[in-house]
């Protein structure tokens, strides 16, 4: 089994910086995807950054120049650093994995998920 935790959100002010970190503990697996996903209320999960068993990395438009997706394989952790932090930004967050090659948007092709961390940036 593969557990993960999430931590770093929090409050912060619009333009401010938050670091999540997702670490995981079970089994590993390769290949596999690790991303970040966030869910705002009313709104769909939208997959935001991905990084793979290989080292390629993916970034989606919205925060590109802004995020930064990292990992450390000897912490067995996954970072995603937050910059230039706006109100839009406000959500809950959450990594998941994906034990399989390719990295997709679907948060259905992901098998274990944390628990999510909520990120609050006021104006």
């Known amino acids: 089994q593969v557990q993960l935790v999430e931590s770093g959100g929090g409050l912060v002010q619009a333009g401010g910086s938050l670091r999540l970190s997702c670490a995981a503990s079970?089994?590993?697996?390769?290949?596999?995807?690790v991303g970040w996903f966030r869910q705002a209320p009313g709104k769909e999960r939208e997959l935001l950054a991905a990084?793979?068993?290989?080292?390629?990395?993916y970034l989606t438009d919205s925060v590109k120049g802004r995020f930064t997706i990292s990992r450390d394989n000897a912490k067995n952790t996954v970072y995603l650093q937050m910059n230039s932090l706006k109100p839009e930004d406000t959500a809950v967050y959450y990594c998941?994995?994906?034990?399989?090659?390719?990295?997709?948007?679907?948060?259905?092709?992901?098998?274990?998920w944390g628990q999510g961390t909520q990120v609050t940036v006021s104006s």
């Open positions: 998941a994995l994906r034990t399989a090659y390719g990295i997709t948007s679907s948060p259905h092709e992901y098998n274990y």
């Open positions: 990084i793979t068993s290989g080292g390629s990395t």
């Open positions: 079970g089994r590993t697996f390769n290949p596999s995807v």
